[in-house]
């Protein structure tokens, strides 16, 4: 059994090494390809996002969990924007629930103000529900959002000074996933997991447009039914092995996310043609980077006030092929790190810190079962290297759901 873990370790390894030079090609637009659906905190490793888009080995340790419904909404640039008083009086209405339509027009073009000139998201929306079942685990999810890029010129990225000179693109994401973990050892000494999921992914995009026409769909949906749009699909599989010791107290993992990440991809003549995969046109196909990624966890499960802490090496293999490309990097590293400490209060009140792909982060939630609100805050890099470009990103979770 020792000899079939380290033969998973390596095929795992050895496929994340094949792709270090990170195939991630998305025509002209930066971060079409990312992973929409990974969960942006990795505070629990027993959820079903976890277990999904995550480590499937997670599954293997069994349970019952409904999620219904299963929401995420991030707002990115917000500390620039808010220096408005009217998109920071349209932001009190929001999250006083009191909010007209004209509100979220000022808030949404607030974030687009803010967002300066360049890549940059605006804002997105995630909708999910889901379940866990014995060792399995199944999801559909739906993800929106709206990013900033400069304006495409002769089939390449031009240069823009300011938000109204850039190219906007909303975006759709679709996946149907399941995923299924097994415990292949179980000794006093270490539990060995495995585990492996399967999505059915749906990608639309529209080509560019102006703020002018972005202000327009806001205020009335029809103005974008003539954009062209892009759509595809792929069918992307993730694996995961994590070895449990002190009595899975801590945890040691190795994934691989988004094998086979290959889109299928047409354009379309606008986006209700795109949804419908009808009368497509210019077939291509659209690669997006498979990942190797390392995680330790230590979660000593206290009752009353638990500490817990993690650290993940993501896109371990896109970060070698960097090395080979460019030199060893320390500051490139840190964009592929996320470490962070976990506090529980009385199973019920939890608050963490991270240090999330180069950046802090810091999130509050109040837990009850899998019943979950939580608020974080913190920044990402939106530029081609560490440090060109940080956003601030606010970020609303909420699950509601029964678990057993």
Same mark, same amino acid.
């Given at each position: ?6 033969? $998973? ?7 994340? @090494?094949?792709?270090?030079?990170? #195939? ?30 995550? &480590? ?10 409904? =999620? ?13 924007? #808010? ?25 949404? $073009? ?39 890029? +400069? ?17 906007? #693109? ?30 059915? %992914? ?15 769909? $806001? ?7 003539? #954009? ?7 069918? +992307? ?92 990097? $320390? ?18 009140? =939890?608050?963490?810190? &991270? ?9 509050? @939630? ?14 990402? %890099? ?23």
């Amino acid at each position: 059994m020792r000899k079939t873990v380290a033969v $998973l370790i390596i095929i795992l390894t050895v496929i994340g @090494a094949l792709s270090a030079s990170g #195939v991630h090609d998305d025509g002209p637009y930066h971060g079409v390809t990312d992973n929409a659906f990974r969960p942006t905190t990795v505070n629990r490793t027993d959820s079903l996002e976890y277990g999904l888009f995550v &480590n499937a080995a997670s599954f293997a340790k069994g349970g019952f969990e409904i =999620e219904f419904p299963y929401l995420e909404s991030s707002s990115y640039n917000v500390a620039s924007a #808010v220096k408005d008083k009217a998109v920071a009086q349209a932001l009190s209405n929001i999250t006083r629930f009191q909010a007209s339509r004209n509100d979220w027009i000022t808030y949404i $073009l607030g974030l687009v103000m803010a967002s300066g000139a360049g890549y940059s998201n605006i804002l997105s929306a995630d909708i999910g529900t889901g379940a866990i079942v014995g060792n399995w685990g199944f999801s559909f999810n739906v993800k929106a959002g709206i990013q900033a890029m +400069p304006t495409i010129v002769d089939g390449l990225p031009g240069q823009s000074a300011s938000p109204i000179g850039n190219g906007y #693109v909303p975006m759709v994401d679709v996946a149907l996933s399941a995923g299924y973990g097994k415990r292949i050892l179980e000794s006093d000494r270490i539990n060995i997991d495995i585990g492996g999921a399967l999505h059915l %992914e749906r990608k639309v995009y529209l080509h560019q447009i102006t703020m002018s026409v972005l202000s327009e769909f $806001l205020d009335n949906p029809k103005a974008i039914d003539s #954009v062209g749009a892009r759509g595809g699909f792929a069918v +992307p599989m993730d694996f995961g092995v994590t070895a449990g010791l002190l009595d899975d107290t801590l945890e040691l993992s190795a994934m691989i996310d988004n094998f086979n990440g290959i889109y299928y991809m047409w354009d379309y003549d606008n986006y209700k043609d795109a949804a419908l995969m009808r009368d497509g046109r210019d077939n291509y196909i659209m690669k997006t980077p498979l990942e190797l990624s390392f995680a330790a966890s230590y979660d000593p499960g206290f009752r009353y006030v638990n500490p817990s802490v993690y650290m993940e090496f993501t896109g371990f293999n896109l970060y070698v092929g960097k090395c080979v490309d460019n030199g060893i990097s $320390l500051r490139e590293m840190f964009r592929h790190i996320d470490a962070g400490v976990n506090i529980e209060v009385l199973d019920t009140v =939890e608050l963490r810190a &991270n240090y999330r792909y180069g950046y802090p982060e810091i999130g509050a @939630a109040v837990d009850v079962f899998v019943n979950m609100v939580e608020l974080s805050y913190g920044f990402q %890099e939106a530029g081609d290297s560490y440090g060109l470009k940080p956003v601030d990103h606010l970020t609303v979770r909420v699950r509601l759901g029964y678990s057993r």
